[in-house]
């Protein structure tokens, strides 16, 4: 059974930085999108970043310059660092994986991210 492997999360203060990571446990046909989504208590879940396989990337506007994805295609990992960290960026962090071949998207369990003096 195919599992999403996230890794990272925790506790920091504003201004800070942290760094998620997302790994395939098994194997997906065709990934074509990665990307990040959180939800914080009380909202919805929202797209945070997104990479395709030709390295084109998206950004929620709230984490443009603060926020940078990286993929390894060849390890099938995708990568969030985070810095200048704020209070609003306090949520569950999802890992997404999206496979074109199959047209089926795969979810992390979610890593809690806080950021609190």
């Known amino acids: 059974q195919v599992q999403l492997v996230e890794s990272g999360g925790g506790l920091v203060q504003p201004g800070g930085s942290l760094s998620l990571s997302c790994a395939v446990s098994?194997?997906?046909?065709?990934?074509?999108?990665m990307g990040w989504y959180r939800q914080a208590p009380g909202n919805q879940r929202e797209l945070v970043a997104v990479?395709?396989?030709?390295?084109?990337?998206r950004y929620a506007d709230s984490v443009k310059g603060r926020f940078t994805i990286s993929r390894d295609n060849a390890k099938n990992t995708v990568n969030l660092q985070m810095y200048s960290l704020k209070p609003d960026d306090t949520a569950v962090y999802y890992c997404?994986?999206?496979?074109?071949?199959?047209?089926?998207?795969?979810w992390g369990q979610g890593t809690q991210v806080t950021v609190s003096a």
């Open positions: 098994g194997s997906i046909l065709g990934i074509s999108a």
């Open positions: 997404m994986m999206f496979s074109s071949a199959l047209k089926t998207d795969y």
């Open positions: 990479i395709l396989n030709d390295g084109f990337t």
